[in-house]
């Protein structure tokens, strides 16, 4: 059984920067792909951020292209999401996915596992 465990979410003034870590475990993780979600309520969920476990490609959303940065240690089973430049638009719980293939995917409903999730706020 897969299981994802995020870390790393926070309190921070606009214009700052968080580094959001998904330990991944229980599953083999060769030839999937992973990504980053978010989520404010009342809200559907959105599509941040994904890289297939290879590293070969990589997706961002609309409106984080060019301050978040994602990437995978394959070694210690962990994907990342650097954020810069953070925005109170920003706020939300970040949410970390995994799909059991690595065709490449945005919608929520075609990933597998999902995390528990981390709160950041981004706020003056």
């Known amino acids: 059984q897969v299981q994802l465990r995020e870390s790393g979410g926070g309190l921070v003034q606009p214009g700052d920067s968080l580094r959001l870590s998904c330990v991944a475990s229980?599953?083999?993780?060769?030839?999937?792909?992973m990504a980053w979600f978010r989520q404010v309520p009342g809200k559907e969920r959105e599509f941040v951020a994904g890289i297939t476990w290879s590293g070969a490609r990589t997706d961002y959303g609309d409106s984080v292209k060019g301050r978040f940065t994602v990437d995978r240690d394959v070694m210690k089973n962990i994907m990342t999401l650097q954020m810069n430049a953070l925005q109170p638009e920003d706020t939300a719980i970040y949410y970390c996915?995994?799909?059991?293939?690595?065709?490449?995917?945005?919608?929520?409903?075609?990933?597998?596992?999902w995390g528990q999730g981390t709160q950041v706020t981004v706020s003056s």
């Open positions: 229980g599953g083999e993780f060769a030839w999937t792909l």
């Open positions: 996915a995994h799909k059991r293939d690595f065709k490449f995917t945005t919608e929520p409903q075609d990933f597998d596992y």
